[in-house]
């Protein structure tokens, strides 16, 4: 069922971003009541961030053009998002159409509790495969800090017609949003990336701080659901390279000969931080999440078939015996990762997988 609430009922949930102020609506810009600056609205899409904008974004990494974002979303107007988003397509990559439309984008949903009564804030919606389809049931605020991204999620949304999500500009160190207002935060291979902004600052600090903002506009007992990989996934110690700096064995190396190997070998420091199953729950402890449940998420976090429980050995061991498929395992090194998952004892092998859930309860 479509929700009736409308958009007005949000706009108590906004906040300037700078100093917390109330935020004044006109049609080409929002106003800080405290500070009186005024954010912009681009073709519709209000730009809640006063840092720039241009980030590529998922959109602009598939164009591998960063420049004048206009013709594209012109295109994704005229012939539609399905479309626009084809034209871009990267061959030898996922489909993305087929991505941003999957129903497992959002199979994790009911695990995190998401209601059609709940305002779910989804960080770094990227071309909108969580928002908009979650929008199809309750109110969505779609965040990221690329334009050409958060105006593809506007017009998506438009032409799916969804009544129900707002999509905006804005940091995730830095939300626009009152204090308490969230339901859901979503950061969905999203956490990764935040200290690419900040080059000069501690990895681990940076995504603090963006954790620490997801757990101040959640409402009390609201949950994160952040989904992310794993830093000791086994395929790594085979030679699978990182995904991130795209270099092999770089996130088993301690972090000070992880950085000096990534300014040798591609000339940046390694701010890509991922951890391990415990780090993890020490970071979440540490932004404020009493409440941690993990999960092992198959076959990995864009795509969940499954949500294995990380800190319940018995059902890995459950899982792993009745829905791995070995035929689905081909190379040397997929027979190699079967042959860990389905044999190595599971209270070992639920810290070594690809990807994790958290399931964060703010308290
Ligand atoms: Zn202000």
């Known amino acids: 069922m479509i929700p009736t609430v409308t958009k007005g009922r949000w706009l108590d949930v906004y906040a300037c971003p700078e100093c917390r102020g109330g935020l004044t609506r006109h049609a080409d810009r929002w106003t800080c009541t405290a500070c009186r600056f005024g954010y912009p609205v681009r073709d519709g899409v209000p730009v809640l961030a006063r840092r720039a904008t241009e980030a590529p974004g998922f959109v602009g990494t598939m164009k591998r053009s960063y420049g004048d974002p206009k013709p594209f979303l012109e295109m994704v107007r005229q012939r539609g998002w399905q479309s626009a988003l084809r034209t871009i397509q990267i061959a030898g990559e996922p489909d993305r159409v087929a991505e941003a439309v999957a129903p497992n984008r959002v199979s994790w949903r009911h695990v995190v509790g998401v209601t059609g009564a709940s305002l779910v804030v989804d960080i770094g919606a990227g071309t909108g495969g969580v928002a908009c389809q979650l929008a199809a049931t309750c109110d969505v605020i779609a965040i990221d800090r690329s334009y050409v991204d958060a105006a593809f999620v506007a017009i998506r949304s438009a032409q799916s017609g969804l009544e129900s999500l707002d999509s905006i500009v804005a940091e995730a160190c830095q939300l626009p949003l009152a204090n308490g207002v969230a339901d859901v935060v979503t950061l969905i291979g999203v956490l990764e990336w935040v200290p690419v902004d900040f080059p000069d600052s501690n990895p681990r600090e940076s995504q603090l701080a963006a954790l620490r903002e997801a757990k101040r506009v959640l409402k009390p007992y609201g949950r994160l659901y952040l989904a992310i990989e794993n830093r000791h996934y086994f395929a790594y110690y085979l030679g699978f390279p990182e995904p991130h700096a ?77 829905f791995l498929d070995p035929r689905q395992y081909g190379s040397r090194m997929q027979r190699d990762l079967y042959t860990y998952l389905r044999f190595a004892p599971p209270a070992h092998m639920t810290h070594a997988v690809r990807d994790f859930g958290f399931v964060a309860c703010s308290t």
């Open 246 to 322: 795209r270099l092999r064995y770089i996130s088993l190396m301690d972090r000070e000969a992880s950085d000096r190997y990534s300014r040798e070998t591609r000339g940046t420091p390694f701010l890509e931080w991922t951890y391990t199953l415990q780090e993890y729950l020490a970071l979440l402890n540490e932004a404020g999440f009493a409440q941690v449940e993990p999960y092992w998420l198959y076959p990995n976090y864009r795509l969940p078939n499954a949500l294995v429980p990380a800190d319940h050995p018995a059902a890995a061991r459950w899982f792993t015996e009745e």
